[in-house]
């Protein structure tokens, strides 16, 4: 299932700093078990069932180490949301005797650089560090295996990135837009990538897969071991970039902001184009689809900014949304009768784009997905635009509802089949007509040519009994 994540990333922030703009006495009004709870002027407790506590809010601006214990009783764990949006904590160390760290725990510390993880460490929750803008480095402990979904997405500067053999999966948007990262080595035990885990990352030249049994890195390119599916491209990728046969799927983000690739070439093994797979390929020119392709995921072209002429395959059925968003000089565009789906904002911003024939199959067509630009940060109809839709079609109600100017046309398929047909047998008949006739004159003169030849064969056989009978009278 597709994550949007701009829209959950923005709900989820939204509610965050709402909740950190809140009073802190009205915040802790609402926790659980006020009366098991302890605060030592820097951070808030809770004591667990195990009688431990779990620092469920930091209140201080400035915090460097963690206490491992208050009170002759351990600090293990960090309650889900403790430290977000703490945008002062520069450095942090925490002690051994955590294991646990909760969901958005870390998360919008954007002037946390350097943070020490437990060496016990088991559980990391979702979000965890999500967008610590100046994190520039992590290691993993070894009792953690694996990096949960937007663990570190949005950690613009994290550059170093160590994750012990023990890790079996990196989950969903994980290292999302890390755009610093430059080399990366496989665990020896990953088993999964999750989706968007490494996309957009747009300093990528380098990545050590020869301890995985589960993936290769061939050709600039890290696959599963069948080399059925592709999750990341180098980002210094470039020219003429040509898919190996066999592949059936290209995983999110994978070659997302390879910007020195200038075209691609699909075999017809690949069935599916997962979302951002190409985006912000700035420089590609020509996109060559596979004719095997079904699915094109949601922002898969988003921002080619040169792409400029795009041919759908028949058997593809869905366009997501902003699939082929801010193709600014995209300016031809085929779509072929098949197409199910179109998604909301599909070709948003594509400038160059003029006209667009609707084939009659496609049932749904989501908001602005064609005919529309962006001016001073508003929506806008896009100026000579113009659809050529079916009657009654799904084109003709998006055409009415945008007041775009649009052709329409009521050519009935079956109606002109069958007038093609009757046609043909109407020709048919008259070649066969006019052959008859040419057969019947070459009979006729053949007939009468007959009729003669008889009639002069009996005048003869006649003359000649005569002259006969003449010869036996003058003989009496």
Request: hydrophobic fraction near 40%; include cysteine.
């Amino acid at each position: 299932m597709r994550i949007n994540f701009k829209s959950i990333a923005s709900a989820l922030a939204a509610g965050l700093i709402s909740a950190c703009c809140m009073p802190f006495s009205a915040f802790a009004d609402q926790l659980k078990g006020a009366e098991t709870e302890l605060y030592d002027g820097s951070f808030y407790y809770e004591l667990n069932d195990d009688k431990t506590y779990t620092i469920i809010k930091c209140s201080a601006s400035i915090v460097e180490n963690v206490p491992s214990i208050r009170n002759g009783t351990a600090i293990t764990a960090i309650g889900d949301e403790a430290f977000a949006n703490c945008s002062e904590i520069a450095h942090l160390e925490l002690p051994d005797s955590i294991t646990s760290i909760g969901a958005n725990a870390f998360y919008g510390c954007t002037g946390l650089k350097e943070v020490t993880l437990p060496k016990k460490l088991k559980s990391l929750g979702d979000h965890a560090f999500f967008s610590c803008s100046a994190l520039e480095s992590i290691t993993f402990p070894e009792t953690l295996t694996e990096v949960p979904d937007y663990s570190f997405a949005l950690c613009d500067n994290l550059e170093n990135v160590e994750l012990p053999d023990t890790v079996t999966s990196i989950g969903e948007y994980a290292f999302y837009q890390c755009g610093k990262i430059s080399s990366f080595r496989l665990p020896a035990s990953l088993g999964t990538i999750g989706e968007n885990a490494m996309g957009s990352w747009f300093s990528i030249t380098d990545i050590d897969a020869s301890a995985s049994d589960a993936f290769v890195y061939e050709n600039d390119m890290l696959m599963n071991s069948a080399k059925s599916e592709i999750y990341r491209a180098s980002s210094a990728i470039s020219g003429d970039v040509v898919i190996p046969d066999n592949v059936l799927t290209i995983k999110a983000g994978a070659f997302s902001t390879c910007a020195q690739m200038t075209s691609i070439r699909m075999p017809s093994s690949v069935t599916n184009i997962e979302d951002e797979a190409f985006s912000y390929c700035s420089s590609m020119k020509k996109a060559d689809l596979s004719s095997g392709l079904q699915k094109i995921g949601f922002g898969a072209f988003m921002f080619d900014q040169q792409l400029e002429t795009l041919e759908i395959p028949t058997n593809v059925s869905l366009i997501d949304e902003n699939a082929f968003a801010y193709c600014m000089k995209l300016n031809k565009l085929i779509l072929p009768e098949g197409v199910k789906t179109i998604g909301k904002d599909a070709f948003l911003v594509c400038d160059e784009l003029k006209q667009v024939s609707i084939p009659k199959s496609v049932t749904e067509i989501g908001d602005d997905a064609f005919g529309y630009t962006v001016e001073n940060s508003q929506r806008q109809l896009l100026s000579g635009f113009k659809l050529s839709v079916f009657s009654g079609s799904a084109g003709e109600k998006y055409a009415k509802s945008e007041k775009i100017e649009h052709t329409v046309t009521d050519v009935n398929i079956k109606k002109v089949a069958f007038l093609t047909i009757t046609v043909g047998l109407i020709l048919a008949a008259i070649v066969f007509a006019v052959v008859l006739m040419k057969r019947g004159k070459k009979l006729a003169t053949a007939g009468a040519r007959k009729a003669e030849k008889a009639a002069k064969e009996k005048e003869a056989e006649a003359n000649y009994k005569k002259i006969m009978s003449d010869d036996d009278s003058d003989k009496n």
